[in-house]
């Protein structure tokens, strides 16, 4: 089938307004979602975890187009940010040191947010700051939340909640039940590679090495038995599933298209 050029002006105009109307809107979102105060939970380089520089590591991006930097308690960077043309970087003009600080946004969604380029190749995962964040160091503000565990060496602990609270209590609530079988407080080591629970009822500790953790994952090994427990942030595991299920609908159809024109 032969298409007429003036078709092909017209396809071509409404691709390009459509592009620019999808940019507009884009920035805009990516604007909205990124302003917020953000507190650093970790940090990696070559995809490796390893210890921040700064502990309490707090970002506040503003509507406003300001920013501020805190680092345990102490300011040390404020002055203006923007996007970049292609919206794939947050551009700081920061003026304590009165330089420009480039930060690839790596991904960016209403509870996480990653920075590519932080001190160099450093990539920095911050979640948004709650109260009581204050308090806590990175690694704890990244374990105070829900998780459940989804494999285990014993199956007894299969679909078990374990909630980490922010004031440094816990609670175990095996799975159909609502009734915790287990609670305290807890710690982390002072390595912070160890998770120390203070089970109030057993008047004993329990010590769990920590074998991973990021915003999705938990893996914990019990030191007294060697039992392996991989955990994870369910709410967020449904989310990303579903984005990549989509992302993969929409993939298909334009492989299919693909394969057709060849």
Do not use: C
Not at 52 to 76: M, R, W, Y
Not at 128 to 140: A, F, Q, V
């Amino acid at each position: 089938m032969k298409i007429s050029e003036k078709k092909i002006g017209l396809f071509l105009v409404i691709l390009l307004t459509s592009t620019v109307f999808s940019f507009a809107k884009s920035a805009k979102k990516i604007e909205k979602l990124i302003s917020k105060k953000w507190k650093m939970v970790l940090t990696e380089q070559n995809d490796k975890q390893i210890t921040p520089k700064h502990e309490n590591l707090i970002i506040t991006i503003k509507k406003d187009k300001t920013f501020k930097i805190e680092a345990s308690k102490e300011t040390t960077h404020t002055g203006t940010w923007k996007l970049s043309d292609d919206n794939n970087s947050i551009v700081l003009n920061d003026q304590t040191s009165n330089t420009e600080l480039t930060y690839t946004i790596v991904t960016l969604d209403k509870k996480h947010l990653s920075l590519g380029g932080y001190d160099g190749n450093t990539t920095i995962s911050l979640i948004p700051y709650k109260k009581g964040h204050r308090h806590l160091s990175h690694t704890e503000a990244l374990i105070a939340k829900e998780w459940h565990v989804y494999k285990s060496d014993n199956e007894l602990n299969m679909d078990m909640l374990i909630e980490f609270k922010k004031n440094k209590t816990f609670i175990f609530v095996p799975h159909g039940s609502k009734v915790p079988v287990a609670s305290g407080r807890w710690r982390l080591s002072d390595d912070k590679k160890v998770v120390i629970l203070e089970m109030l009822a057993q008047n004993q500790e329990l010590k769990l090495d920590i074998i991973s953790i990021d915003r999705h994952e938990f893996v914990l090994k019990n030191e007294s038995n060697d039992v392996t427990n991989y955990l994870h942030d369910r709410k967020l595991y449904r989310k990303d599933l579903k984005a990549r299920k989509k992302k993969e609908k929409e993939a298909a159809p334009a492989e299919a298209t693909e394969g057709e024109a060849q």
